[in-house]
């Protein structure tokens, strides 16, 4: 009965918070209902098949990737996709899916999962697969410190029964570290490439061999710790990969490689930008092979493939193409700036930092991003609750920017008239939820479309 | 004119954007015609101290931090002739921990290089959030902003004076009002990261003393700082909202 009535609940926050425009009601149901029965989650997550998705960075696109595999076998999924990954809103999005008598007919569980919650709530979960996609250092302030993280993760890990398998980014040291001591069985995925020419570090949030406290050494570093790592005094090193991918081509806005697996090879077209997509791809993919899926479907299903929310979506704004991207920490930054300095048309550059609780109070980050690979021929524009912050980060790596106003008529203004061919638009999460609404009206209004 | 600045633990104490510290330190002498040398020194490689005008030492997490108090204390001597020649030393957050006599944590008793007269204790509660402070080391006060993040509570002994009075935040251990210290040429704080370029007042007064080490007569050269005052007053909008 008290099951019922959370469900019941929460349907209705879900259904009224809707109506009246509160946003999404993503996490709101899910708050109401956890109050009215704190078990709901055990009771509604059930014996099902539970897949996990955490990690500092590729949470959301891993498990968009991961679903898609799944939908296109006709299976059917609890999902939260709108990417509210604490516990309130994987509730959220279980009495989504259920039935007022708090029944759901499902196949499987899917969810990303905030990797500070993952230590409170894996209990109530029972996952069958648990995918790492990486650790980074990412919002500080909230978390306290990366290594008081990995100690509870590791905690979390280690309760966890022999039937779940562990996924893990094998080119993260940081994560082969965490998993290295654990008894489960664990699949490693990662990369084969030469380092590309010039890459130089600025994030890394491991130096030394956790066994023996030597400085790791790279035979070929990816971006931040990724990549070819080993330790020569003790010989520890980068475990060996069931699922790699080689030959890698890095094209704009996608990128082709041959995708390794236990007895055979595929070639992938993955219409994602950037080093990190592949990454994702093989822990969805490896994911995929775990439950047994084929390797060929869960090519095809990349076929109609489409960026998920603020991934490098894009649209055509005042008949110019304008590409979203969420930027939230240094490496995933770097990585963003990359892949816009690959792109050689002339552009425009939107920059938004805000500094509410999601995007990280602490604003230092944007101080270990690296701004080199600009070259200055791009017209940059800074906004967001903490513009004058990023304008004078850009003015120490000798980039002139203006300021806009962190509203529409600006943001209007700037999308008008800024040069370039194309612009790229880099907010941190709380803005690109703005950026996002102040575009849906601007293409009510002006009649441009959003692809 | 030249500048040489040597980068303390680079890779073992690098946290919360330190490298915007050294990036300020290095454009302002630059926008300046002095050019520099940033020389970065990990474990195992610090050397020549003396050769430096400007040292910084960065933050870093508790087992890293372990690790450079190790290497530190092993060229203590070096870096005590290198301040008695006037080198400027700037340490932040886990760095400023370590110059002190120790740090206590339930389980042990870390040991530090024993150049300031300070000691830490390991709270039980992080301290995070915005600071603002009143800067009083210097012939005049100014205003100085940033962020903290720290469960360390840093106590100053009798021969070192506070870098400044908190207006909003913790500072060095949220119960006597002071931030950080000073003592002779060497800096230290609890704020963290971008301290540098938001607070120009104070990164031209460690580089005028640094680059008088070489020329006593320097004078450095006004910059325009407006962009630097509006992130600063934003900052310091932000720090009193929000705490």
Redesign the interface.
């Known amino acids: 009965m008290r099951l019922q009535l959370a469900v019941l609940s929460g349907k209705l926050t879900r259904f009224f918070s809707r109506l009246m425009r509160l946003g999404e009601g993503s996490t709101l149901p899910g708050k109401l209902a956890r109050i009215i029965h704190p078990q709901i989650l055990q009771e509604l997550a059930g014996n099902r098949n539970t897949l996990l998705v955490t990690g500092t960075n590729g949470k959301t696109t891993t498990s968009h990737l991961l679903a898609r595999a799944l939908e296109t076998s006709a299976y059917s999924l609890v999902h939260n996709s709108y990417g509210a990954n604490l516990e309130t809103g994987i509730i959220t999005s279980l009495l989504t899916q259920a039935s007022i008598w708090g029944e759901i007919h499902c196949d499987y569980n899917l969810f990303e999962i905030d990797e500070a919650t993952l230590p409170l709530i894996i209990q109530d979960l029972h996952p069958h697969v648990i995918i790492l996609t990486n650790l980074f250092r990412d919002q500080l302030d909230r978390y306290g410190d990366l290594e008081g993280l990995i100690k509870k993760m590791g905690a979390a890990l280690s309760i966890l029964p022999e039937t779940t398998t562990l996924v893990v980014n094998g080119d993260d040291p940081l994560l082969f570290s965490l998993t290295q001591e654990t008894s489960l069985s664990t699949l490693y995925f990662g990369l084969n490439k030469e380092e590309e020419p010039g890459y130089s570090v600025t994030t890394a949030d491991i130096h030394h061999c956790p066994r023996c406290g030597s400085r790791y050494l790279y035979q070929a570093r990816y971006y931040a710790h990724l990549g070819l790592y080993y330790c020569s005094s003790c010989g520890n090193q980068r475990p060996k990969l069931q699922v790699y991918a080689e030959d890698i081509l890095l094209l704009d806005g996608r990128s082709q490689f041959t995708l390794h697996y236990p007895k055979d090879v595929l070639t992938v077209q993955l219409p994602l930008p950037g080093i990190f997509n592949i990454y994702n791809l093989l822990a969805a993919f490896s994911a995929a092979l775990l439950l047994g899926f084929s390797p060929e479907i869960f090519n095809q299903s990349l076929g109609h493939l489409k960026p998920v929310f603020g991934r490098m979506e894009e649209c055509i704004i005042f008949n110019r193409p304008v590409r979203i991207i969420l930027v939230k920490n240094p490496t995933g930054f770097n990585e963003v700036l990359r892949i816009v300095a690959g792109d050689k048309r002339k552009k425009g550059i939107l920059f938004f930092l805000n500094d509410k609780t999601a995007d990280g109070e602490d604003v230092s980050w944007i101080w270990d991003v690296d701004f080199s690979g600009l070259t200055g021929d791009e017209s940059c524009f800074v906004s967001g609750l903490r513009k004058e912050e990023m304008a004078l980060r850009l003015k120490y790596s000798d980039i002139q920017s203006r300021l806009f106003s962190y509203r529409r008529e600006s943001f209007q203004e700037v999308l008008e008239t800024a040069p370039g061919e194309i612009l790229y638009i880099l907010p941190t999460y709380t803005a690109l939820l703005r950026v996002r609404r102040m575009i849906a009206q601007l293409v009510k209004k002006e009649g441009s479309h959003v692809s | 004119m030249y500048l040489k600045i040597g980068h303390l633990y680079p890779?073992?104490l690098s946290?919360?954007?330190d490298?915007?510290n050294i990036?300020?330190l290095k454009?302002r002498c630059l926008w300046r015609n002095i050019q520099v040398f940033v020389t970065e020194m990990d474990?195992g490689e610090v050397r020549d101290l003396s050769s430096f005008d400007l040292l910084f030492l960065g933050g870093g997490?508790?087992?890293?931090q372990v690790?450079a108090a190790e290497d530190l204390l092993s060229r203590k001597g070096e870096l005590k002739e290198a301040l008695a020649e006037k080198t400027v030393l700037l340490a932040i957050c886990g760095g400023y921990q370590i110059l002190g006599h120790s740090y206590q944590t339930q389980e042990e008793t870390i040991k530090g290089v024993h150049l300031l007269d300070i000691h830490t204790r390991a709270g039980s509660r992080?301290l995070?959030?915005?600071v603002a402070i009143t800067v009083t080391c210097f012939p005049e006060e100014f205003p100085l902003v940033g962020?903290e993040?720290h469960?360390g509570r840093t106590y100053l002994g009798e021969g070192v004076q506070p870098l400044g009075q908190v207006q909003v935040g913790a500072g060095n251990n949220g119960e006597d009002g002071s931030e950080g210290c000073r003592q002779d040429t060497i800096f230290a704080s609890y704020l963290?990261?971008?301290l540098l370029?938001?607070n120009p007042r104070f990164t031209d007064y460690l580089l005028e003393m640094a680059v008088k080490r070489r020329y006593p007569k320097a004078v450095l050269s006004p910059l325009d700082d407006s962009?630097?005052a509006?992130?600063q007053?934003?900052?310091q909008e932000?720090a009193q909202a929000?705490r």
Do not use: C, W
């Open positions: 890779y073992t946290l919360y954007g490298r915007g990036l300020a454009k474990m997490q508790d087992r890293d690790l992080r995070i959030g915005n962020f993040n469960s963290h990261g971008p370029p938001k962009l630097e509006q992130a007053k934003r900052a932000v929000k």
